[in-house]
T-cell receptor, first 113, second 113 residues
Framework: DAGVTQSPTHLIKTRGQQVTLRCSPK?????VSWYQQALGQGPQFIFQ???????QRGNFPDRFSGHQFPNYSSELNVNALLLGDSALYLC????????????FGPGTRLTVT | GDSVTQMEGPVTLSEEAFLTINCTYT??????LFWYVQYPGEGLQLLLK?????DKGSNKGFEATYRKETTSFHLEKGSVQVSDSAVYFC????????????FGKGTRLHILP
C-alpha cells in the first residue's frame, strides 16, 4: 500500500516565478492538507481540500492556491515567488475530514533564488 | 489562538539514557495531542497520540500523558537508542475538530553511541 507521495523531490525557482507541487494521497484517503515547513521550524498549515474544494485555510496569502482532482490527488500552486517561500512543502492525507490522524509525504524542497 | 511550545534543542544524550522532551499547549477546551517524529530525509510520522485528559499515548517505548491541569504532554523514553536520533514535534488539533494540525517548532535529538 503506497503511502503519500509527492513530486518533485526538489525544485529551484527564481523570484517572481510560479511553481506547482503535486501530491497523491494514501490509498483510501479523500482529504488532503498542505503545510509549509521553514528551516528549523514546525510545519504551518496552508489549506485543506476535500471533495475538490478548499475547506480550510491558514494564514497564507492568495499567492498560494490549490486544487484537488476527482482521484483525490492535489496540487499546490504558488505565484510570484518570494525568497521567503523557500521551504519544505508537506502534503498530508487523512481518511476523511473527521479523522485527526494525518499521514505525511516526504515533502518537496523548494528553493527560491 | 491555539499554540504549542516545546523545549528547544538540540538535545544530546548517550545511548540508554532517559529522555524527556517538554511540551505545553494553549488551546480552548480539550484538543487532541500528538507527537510526530521526522527522521533525516523522511516525512513526518505520527509517533503517539492522546485524545482526552489523562490518556497516555505510547509507541516504540515512547510515552506521553495528556495533563489538562498543567496543559502539558511531555514525551518520555526510558532508554534511548542511536536510532531515535530525529526531530520531534509536539502538535495539537483544536477542539472544534477543524482538522488542521498546529505544530511546535520541533526538538532535535542526538543520541551518541
Amino acid at each position: 500500500d503506497a503511502g503519500v507521495t509527492q513530486s518533485p523531490t526538489h525544485l529551484i525557482k527564481t523570484r517572481g516565478q510560479q511553481v506547482t507541487l503535486r501530491c497523491s494521497p494514501k490509498s483510501g484517503h479523500d482529504t488532503v492538507s498542505w503545510y509549509q515547513q521553514a528551516l528549523g521550524q514546525g510545519p504551518q498549515f496552508i489549506f485543506q481540500y476535500y471533495e475538490e474544494e478548499e475547506r480550510q485555510r491558514g494564514n497564507f496569502p492568495d499567492r498560494f492556491s490549490g486544487h484537488q482532482f476527482p482521484n483525490y490527488s492535489s496540487e499546490l500552486n504558488v505565484n510570484a515567488l518570494l525568497l521567503g517561500d523557500s521551504a519544505l512543502y508537506l502534503c498530508a492525507s487523512s481518511l476523511d475530514r473527521t479523522s485527526y490522524e494525518q499521514y505525511f509525504g516526504p515533502g518537496t524542497r523548494l528553493t527560491v533564488t | 489562538g491555539d499554540s504549542v511550545t516545546q523545549m528547544e534543542g538540540p538535545v544530546t544524550l548517550s545511548e540508554e539514557a532517559f529522555l524527556t522532551i517538554n511540551c505545553t499547549y494553549t488551546a480552548t477546551g480539550y484538543p487532541s495531542l500528538f507527537w510526530y517524529v521526522q527522521y533525516p530525509g523522511e516525512g513526518l510520522q505520527l509517533l503517539l497520540k492522546a485524545t482526552k485528559a489523562d490518556d497516555k499515548g505510547s509507541n516504540k517505548g515512547f510515552e506521553a500523558t495528556y495533563r489538562k491541569e498543567t496543559t502539558s504532554f511531555h514525551l518520555e523514553k526510558g532508554s534511548v537508542q542511536v536510532s531515535d536520533s530525529a526531530v520531534y514535534f509536539c502538535a495539537l488539533t483544536p477542539m472544534n475538530r477543524d482538522d488542521k494540525i498546529i505544530f511546535g517548532k520541533g526538538t532535535r535529538l542526538h543520541i551518541l553511541p
